[in-house]
């Protein structure tokens, strides 16, 4: 049995993550997304228990799906977890170096588990969450960037 775990910001959830979770889902037994809450890091747009519902709701229909968050060390949740495969997209080669470079450093730290790369759907080749939000902030037109069910609560936090 595989469980893997796909961990990001997810900052807010986009088509190209919901795409790697999907096409990760069906490759596994089990995959846990999983929302990096990270203690010095203060400039996040939604909260983490906001980007957890975002991430239930847009996975519903996953059953071998589950949302969590973590903080720490990625290496010691998959542990606590159970987890031997570590899910990362990959969009461009600007991804590639630190991607590899994690993956390197998490592999050194515990050396089962492994990282495997999905290469991104190439209509979510540009997106990113940043873009995203800043598309977003100017009143920009995101559809097809989120996931329909969330760009209410998107638009929203940038009308205050
Ligand atoms: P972002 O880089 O957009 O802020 P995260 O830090 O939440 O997103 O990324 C989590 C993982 O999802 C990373 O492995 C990242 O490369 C991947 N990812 C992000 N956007 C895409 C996309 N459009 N297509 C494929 N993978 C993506």
């Given at each position: 049995m595989i469980r893997a775990i796909y961990p990001g910001s997810?900052?807010?959830?986009s088509n190209g993550h919901l795409d790697i979770i999907r096409r990760a889902a069906e490759k596994v037994d089990e995959l846990i997304v999983a929302v990096l809450q990270n203690?010095?890091?203060?400039?996040?747009?939604?909260t983490v228990e906001e980007r957890l519902d975002q991430l239930r709701l847009v996975t519903r229909?996953?059953?071998n799906v589950t949302v969590d968050c973590f903080e720490g060390l990625l290496v010691d949740f998959a542990k606590q977890r159970d987890v031997q495969v570590i899910i990362r997209g990959l969009r461009a080669v600007t991804d590639f170096e630190s991607e590899f470079q994690m993956a390197l450093t998490n592999r050194s730290l515990s050396p089962h588990l492994e990282t495997f790369f999905i290469p991104t759907s190439v209509e979510y080749l540009y997106l990113s969450s940043s873009t995203i939000k800043e598309v977003a902030s100017f009143g920009g037109n995101i559809c097809g960037m989120v996931p329909k069910e969330l760009e209410p609560a998107l638009l929203e936090k940038f009308k205050k």
């Open positions: 997810f900052d807010p959830v203690r010095n890091k203060n400039g996040s747009l939604f229909d996953l059953p």
